[in-house]
């Protein structure tokens, strides 16, 4: 089957410039997910659907970064304005019961805020 | 709150070393816990995980079990191959079925030499 898909893989930015990425969780995955990983850290997560409601985005900065899944499959993550400290890869995963839960990443997108 | 504590890296082997990272864990109730790895360029894969007390979780000839007792799930191979150049990361999420955010620790880098 295939697997997450994300896109770009890369991204250049200047700071206050606004940006978006876009994830295709595994077909049938009901929950996705958002995770920031800084360079040298483990990733962290930003956000959490089931479906098309929000889960969890206790830890997404809700002044500067959103998130929509509409129809409940593919998800946006968009930051407006970025800052310097948003430098970072962006993951995105998805998960479902028949796969036991067990989360599925795709391969990120590297942004980098100048 | 929940946290994951692994060794620093980078750790540098021979092949065919003996390799051991060591990962400790703080939660409330029962965990699961799980070894992610990401070789270079590529997403996060899981390499294996545990979802209660004593459990081995086993894959590709690495291992951890599940140490309530410790709060540790430290990985191990009997011998490392060049190909095994990669970051793992542990982690946990809260509840045993997995279904729920995961908690990374930073990662350590594997570096496995002739």
């Known amino acids: 089957e295939a697997g997450v898909a994300q896109s770009p893989r890369y991204k250049i930015i200047e700071k206050r410039q606004s940006v978006a990425f876009w994830c295709n969780p595994i077909s049938g995955h009901a929950t996705l997910y958002w995770y920031q990983q800084i360079l040298g850290q483990g990733p962290k997560l930003l956000i959490q659907?089931?479906?098309?409601?929000?889960?969890?985005d206790s830890q997404l900065p809700k002044d500067r970064f959103s998130a929509e899944r509409l129809k409940g499959v593919d998800s946006t993550l968009k930051i407006q304005p970025a800052k310097l400290e948003d430098s970072a890869v962006y993951l995105c995963?998805?998960?479902?019961?028949?796969?036991?839960?067990?989360?599925?990443f795709g391969a990120g997108t590297r942004l980098s805020v100048l | 709150g929940n946290s994951v504590t692994q060794m620093e890296g980078p750790v540098t082997l021979s092949e065919e070393a003996f390799l051991t990272i060591n990962c400790t864990y703080t939660?409330?109730?029962?965990?699961?816990l799980f070894w992610y790895v990401q070789y270079p360029g590529e997403g996060l894969q899981l390499l294996l995980k545990?979802?209660?007390?004593?459990d081995k979780g086993s894959n590709k000839g690495f291992e951890a079990t599940y140490r309530k007792e410790t709060t540790s799930f430290h990985l191990e191979k009997g011998s490392v191959q060049v190909s095994d150049s990669a970051v793992y990361f542990c982690?946990?999420?809260?509840?045993?079925?997995?279904?729920?955010?995961?908690?990374f620790g930073t990662g350590t880098q594997l570096k496995v030499e002739l």
């Open positions: 939660a409330t109730g029962y965990p699961s």
């Open positions: 545990a979802t209660k007390a004593d």
């Open positions: 659907f089931q479906n098309n409601g929000v889960v969890d």
């Open positions: 995963a998805s998960s479902s019961r028949l796969s036991k839960n067990i989360q599925y």
């Open positions: 982690a946990l999420s809260p509840f045993a079925g997995g279904g729920n955010k995961l908690t």
